[in-house]
């Protein structure tokens, strides 16, 4: 049986996107990027893996950290270039800085201002690169 | 006052990426991209207005349909080449397929499958182009 997951990676030089959604509060967590490989994978591990643009190479999430990133819902959208990824994560945070989310800045009155509080030490974690 | 709304445009072209989520549900209804005159748009009129890759030309969301985007809060991500933006979605739909969501298909068993039911009809709103 041929299975379709066909998604379309030509119109981001065979990147989609991939935003990362708290399945349980809703809460937006980080964005990535994926090719073929970091999608199939994805699939098949159920850990969220993601391509790193900076480094060129396919990056499981909390690979360092161990902060993982278990998949439970997969959406695609409309253009089939953009997917939502409905996880649990593993451990406190998603991001490199300590926050439980990517988006700790909110623009206000044309600033960027940290909303939220440290979730962790990124020291601890990343022995003081992050 | 010198105000820093700085966002790094160089990473995708040019381009950040905007997730647009529905302020009071938490639900992610599209994904679009913004260059930095969108971005400006955006914060000015409190619509969300889009850069269009394949038209390659601003595009305020709802320009042809009425269902504008009433921006509520805007986050950015550690890396500043993302966006959150929280929105009041003006309509049945953001997506001009006619769904809530422009993320209505699911994957499962290895294909995707159409998980909402429509909100309304596009033929309606886009004259049948849709």
Same mark, same amino acid.
């Given at each position: 049986?041929?299975? +379709?997951?066909?998604? $379309?990676?030509?119109? !981001?030089?065979?990147?989609?996107?991939?935003?990362?959604?708290?399945?349980?509060?809703? &809460?937006?967590?980080?964005?990535?990027?994926? $090719? #073929? /490989?970091?999608? +199939?994978?994805?699939? /098949?591990?159920?850990?969220?893996?993601?391509?790193? &643009?900076?480094?060129?190479?396919?990056?499981?999430?909390? /690979?360092?950290?161990?902060? +993982?990133?278990?998949?439970? /819902?997969? !959406?695609?959208?409309?253009?089939?270039?953009?997917?939502?990824?409905?996880? #649990?994560?593993?451990?406190?945070?998603?991001?490199? #800085?300590?926050?439980?989310?990517?988006?700790?800045?909110?623009?206000?009155?044309? #600033?960027?201002?940290?909303?939220?509080?440290?979730?962790?030490?990124?020291?601890?974690?990343?022995?003081?690169?992050?």
């Amino acid at each position: 049986m041929v299975k +379709r997951m066909d998604l $379309n990676f030509q119109k !981001s030089d065979g990147l989609v996107t991939a935003v990362i959604q708290d399945h349980v509060s809703g &809460r937006v967590l980080m964005v990535g990027f994926m $090719n #073929e /490989e970091a999608f +199939r994978k994805t699939v /098949e591990t159920g850990f969220a893996t993601f391509y790193s &643009r900076s480094r060129q190479k396919l990056w499981l999430k909390g /690979e360092t950290s161990g902060h +993982r990133l278990v998949v439970k /819902e997969i !959406s695609a959208d409309c253009d089939s270039d953009a997917l939502l990824i409905r996880v #649990e994560p593993l451990g406190p945070g998603v991001c490199h #800085e300590g926050y439980q989310s990517c988006f700790f800045r909110r623009l206000k009155d044309g #600033e960027w201002v940290v909303s939220d509080a440290r979730a962790y030490d990124p020291a601890s974690i990343y022995g003081g690169k992050a």
